[in-house]
């Protein structure tokens, strides 16, 4: 009951005064980020990221883990407003959201995405205070072997599990851990691929990837498709919050569904889009109105929420106990870890108590605030996207340009800035996914390194990957998720075979 | 052909054509990769490894995907997608060139000036507000920033010659 008793310890750093202030500053922020179209909350949380420059580790974390929430739940008002999703996890929400907006329904499923994105989450926290500690105390044992076959893991589930072409996913990785290598190599000390460039001497940030790839880029393609938002009125008032609240305990069953789901696609770094989606097909083939989906179901409301938000909370699982972020954001908060000057992984845990503990109660009291915050203050949120597109595009490039600039006081990371953005709005149009290129950035030397290590304890042979059960059982189950798409092709033709057989 | 023509409402450089780009641009990143590695030593020392050897690995495996998403893209029949029309592209091309300029000059003028121009620009240009409204929001942005960054979470930002006459 050691947890518990350090779970309490965190609530009490949690709920300082100045700490409740940074959550509510935290989730009004995130909630913005999470309704402006080219601000999601990678970025989002990549450009406030300055500000906690001066704050304590303890403080800082929990202000972006708000922002991180807030964003989340914003994405599902511009879905349900506005059919226009804020966040690619909420693309799903659109489908039966914004029919019931259509019907005068916009103040139900507002609260159904609410309360269902607060389940998912409190689902997972609770997951992560019972398994992190565990997996964090089972990691400690690791060695150079097994942690590189942890992120060799967490990069094939990459590109077999994403829905892009595998061999795009593939090459947009290869050139982050390319980028990633620019500069100082860790090991030797040496200078390479720098070309004698001084400004390329420490490498690419990789905050000013994801503010290029993310915000400059998703501007750019926002600019090309000529959104205009004609949106629904939100009214909420508490009679309708309770009406519903009656009404959800009766998808119990689809909540819980959806929320594990939602944990197991965000701990492996498929993230929160892709489990939304899963959660959407399953409940709409299991459900007895599955054929309503679609036309205004609170199910199919309830349903994605649950699983993103389930599995955007629980991809800071494995960045807390082992240092692999499970989404971009997650390697954002890593990144964010580095500079405040804690090392991430496994050791956090018996280290750096105060900090872990503190971010686990401020992911109870953030899910609590932010879902306080967004029932109350959602016409207030919606207004914010009848702002034209001509005042808010200039306002987001200005906060893209000062975040970049921030990270190093440089200025040449804001032309960097403005490169990613046409980098990534060109791979953005041609589906190569920006998620792994960004993890490849920050993991590069921390992968690098691991490699190379335990290539030396094995004078250079890969057998070092297979030297115990432990190493060999991580590098199969990465094997296995690497070449998943092809299994799962030959079992259904195997399948397909032996019912052939049956039937004859 | 001409379907797709009236689809997307003009003329524009075709999907197939950039997709084709996309793949020869990282397969020279991986090239100047590779030629890096090579120069500081992909094999072997005492300590183990050289700086090279792990870059360039990582660009090969870029050569193969990038030689793998070309033939696929080749043997696919081409539909005659557009990757945007002209008029699309001159969208993001308003936007492109004022950053590119904003980026570039706000080491010599300052952050806050370079934003309250380049707001202005983009209202009254793309926004056709009114002058009166365009300055104003021009205005407030930057000062409201002047107070976040610099005064209250003590982040110094880029500053220009009317920040030093104003003492900062």
Redo the contacts between chains.
């Keep these: 009951m050691e947890e518990l008793a350090n779970l309490f310890h965190g609530f009490s750093v949690v709920l300082q005064p100045y700490n409740i202030m940074l959550m509510f500053i935290g989730i009004v922020l995130g909630v913005i980020v999470g309704v402006l179209p080219g601000l999601g909350g990678a970025n989002g949380v990549a450009i406030l990221l300055p500000l906690t420059f001066s704050m304590s580790p303890t403080s800082a974390i929990i202000m972006l883990s708000c922002i991180y929430w807030g964003a989340l739940f914003g994405g599902a008002i511009t879905s349900i407003l506005f059919n226009i999703p804020g966040e690619p996890w909420s693309v799903a929400t659109t489908f039966d959201g914004y029919p019931m907006a259509q019907q005068g329904r916009a103040g139900e499923a507002l609260t159904a995405a609410f309360t269902s994105s607060f389940v998912g989450a409190l689902f997972a926290v609770i997951m992560i205070t019972l398994v992190a500690p565990l997996v964090a105390n089972f990691a400690l044992r690791f060695g150079p072997a097994e942690i590189f076959s942890v992120y060799f893991l967490a990069f094939c589930s990459f590109i077999g599990l994403s829905k892009e072409p595998p061999f795009k996913t593939l090459a947009s990785m290869m050139i982050g851990f390319g980028l990633g290598a620019v500069g100082l190599d860790q090991v030797t000390g040496q200078l390479r691929l720098t070309f004698g460039f001084e400004s390329l001497l420490s490498g690419f940030d990789f905050l000013i990837a994801v503010i290029g790839l993310f915000g400059i880029g998703e501007i750019l393609l926002t600019m090309e498709e000529g959104l205009s938002f004609r949106g629904k009125a939100a009214k909420i008032n508490l009679k309708i919050v309770f009406q519903t609240w009656k009404e959800l305990p009766r998808y119990w069953m689809l909540s819980l569904r959806s929320c594990l789901i939602g944990c197991w696609m965000g701990i492996s770094p498929a993230g929160a889009t892709p489990a939304s989606f899963m959660s959407y097909g399953i409940a709409k083939r299991i459900s007895k109105r599955g054929k309503n989906f679609g036309k205004g179901e609170i199910e199919g409301v309830v349903a994605p929420e649950t699983a993103a938000h389930a599995a955007g909370t629980a991809a800071l699982l494995p960045m807390i106990s082992l240092g692999v972020p499970g989404s971009p954001t997650a390697a954002v908060l890593l990144g964010g870890l580095l500079i405040w000057g804690l090392q991430p992984g496994p050791l956090l845990f018996t280290e750096q108590k105060d900090f872990v503990w503190g971010l686990i109660a401020s992911m109870y009291m953030g899910n609590i605030v932010g879902l306080i915050v967004v029932l109350t203050c959602v016409p207030i949120f919606a207004a914010i996207l009848r702002i034209p597109f001509s005042v808010i595009a200039p306002i987001i490039l200005v906060l893209c340009a000062i975040g970049a600039y921030t990270v190093n006081n440089n200025a040449f990371d804001v032309v960097m800035m403005l490169v990613f953005g046409i980098a990534g709005y060109f791979m953005k149009k041609t589906n190569y996914p920006l998620a792994p290129m960004v993890l490849a950035i920050v993991l590069g030397d921390k992968a690098e390194e691991s490699f190379r290590q335990s290539l030396l304890g094995s004078q250079g042979s890969l057998s070092a990957f297979w030297a115990n059960g432990l190493v060999s059982t991580i590098m199969t189950l990465g094997l296995i998720a690497l070449f998943w798409p092809i299994l799962q092709g030959l079992w259904t033709r195997l399948r397909g075979a032996a019912g052939l057989r049956a039937a004859q | 052909m001409s379907d797709a023509l009236n689809e997307s409402g003009g003329a524009g450089p075709s999907?197939r054509g950039?997709?084709i780009g996309?793949?020869v641009f990282?397969a020279a990143?991986?090239l100047?990769?590779v030629y890096?590695?090579l120069?500081?030593g992909i094999g072997?020392?005492d300590?183990?490894?050289?700086?090279?050897?792990?870059?360039f690995y990582?660009?090969l495996?870029?050569l193969i995907?990038?030689a793998?998403?070309l033939v696929?893209t080749f043997t696919k029949s081409d539909d005659g997608a557009l990757?945007?029309s002209w008029a699309?592209?001159r969208?993001?091309m308003?936007?492109?060139v004022p950053?590119?300029i904003?980026?570039?000059v706000?080491?010599y003028i300052g952050?806050y000036l370079a934003?309250a121009l380049?707001?202005a620009?983009?209202?009254r240009w793309?926004?056709r507000?009114r002058w009166s409204v365009a300055i104003g929001?021009a205005v407030l942005?930057?000062v409201l920033?002047f107070f976040?960054?610099e005064k209250w979470?003590?982040?110094?930002?880029?500053k220009g010659p009317i920040e030093r006459y104003l003492g900062f």
Excluded at chain 2, 47 to 55: H, I, N
């Design positions: 999907h950039v997709e996309v793949a990282m990143l991986a100047i990769g890096g590695s120069k500081v072997w020392a300590e183990g490894p050289q700086a090279g050897f792990f870059p990582i660009s495996l870029v995907s990038c793998v998403n696929q990757f945007a699309q592209l969208k993001v308003s936007v492109v950053t590119a904003y980026v570039f706000l080491t952050i934003s380049l707001i620009t983009f209202m793309l926004g507000y929001v942005v930057p920033t976040m960054f979470f003590l982040v110094p930002l880029p």
